[in-house]
């Protein structure tokens, strides 16, 4: 039961292009969503992320967009460039989960110049 | 800066040996976790700790065992390792609310033949 989907697993945008990644969620009591961004041989890293109270959370060139009726946010990735090249995950979780994340299966960017 | 390291890198163990995977956190973190990574499935919890002499069940307990000597080290322990436990293995450490970053190591990545 995969309760933080992620529509794609790969993505092939060209250099410059805006890259839009999906994510949908099932538990209404997620209030946190972050998305890691991991380069292949790393560990995950902390790309941006956004709380249930609001619909749009933009830091550079990366920006959320939150839906909280329909359930689902996307991770916009404006002008991408290939050092963007890397596995996205998009993760929920709720207040009384004491930081336990649930990751979606992420999706695989890949920018070609 | 966050720092969480993992040993061994890599790893082959045999079909039925104990394999003991190690993480420390140079963070002061109270929260340790334990991940696996494999294609399709994204990262699923294993294990994770709330502070020194905690252990808690995540999602795929089964197989593992965790143990949480201290605030700085976190054990996963394969009692009986298994060729579907090959994977790799990423820890992280994160303070205690629900909306504070997680930081990962840099992965084990473990073949059981």
């Known amino acids: 039961q995969q309760q933080v989907r992620q529509s794609s697993q790969s993505l092939t945008v060209w250099e410059g292009e805006t890259a839009i990644l999906n994510c949908s969620y099932e538990n209404s009591a997620f209030d946190y969503f972050p998305w890691y961004q991991q380069f292949p041989g790393e560990g995950p890293a902390l790309l941006i992320a956004i709380r249930s109270v609001s619909d749009k959370k933009e830091d550079g060139r990366f920006t959320i967009f939150f839906n909280k009726r329909e359930k689902n946010l996307s991770l916009h990735i404006k002008d991408s460039q290939p050092g963007d090249s890397a596995t996205y995950f998009c993760?929920?979780?709720?207040?009384?989960?004491?930081?336990?994340?649930?990751f979606g299966i992420g999706t695989l960017l890949s920018v070609k110049p | 800066e966050a720092a969480v390291t993992q040993s061994p890198r890599n790893k082959v163990a045999v079909t039925g040996g104990k394999v003991t995977l190690s993480c420390n956190q140079t963070?002061?973190?109270?929260?340790m976790y334990w991940y696996r990574q494999d294609t399709g499935h994204g990262l699923r919890l294993i294990h994770y700790?709330?502070?020194?002499?905690?252990?808690e069940k995540g999602d795929i307990p089964d197989g593992y065992k965790a143990s949480r000597p201290s605030q700085e080290n976190f054990s996963l322990i394969l009692e009986l390792a298994t060729p579907s436990q090959t994977s790799v293995y990423f820890c992280a450490s994160g303070e205690r609310s629900n909306q504070d970053t997680q930081y990962f190591g840099p992965g084990t990545r473990l073949l059981v033949l």
């Open positions: 993760a929920a979780n709720y207040g009384s989960s004491g930081n336990k994340l649930i």
């Open positions: 700790s709330y502070g020194a002499g905690s252990t």
């Open positions: 963070n002061n973190h109270n929260n």
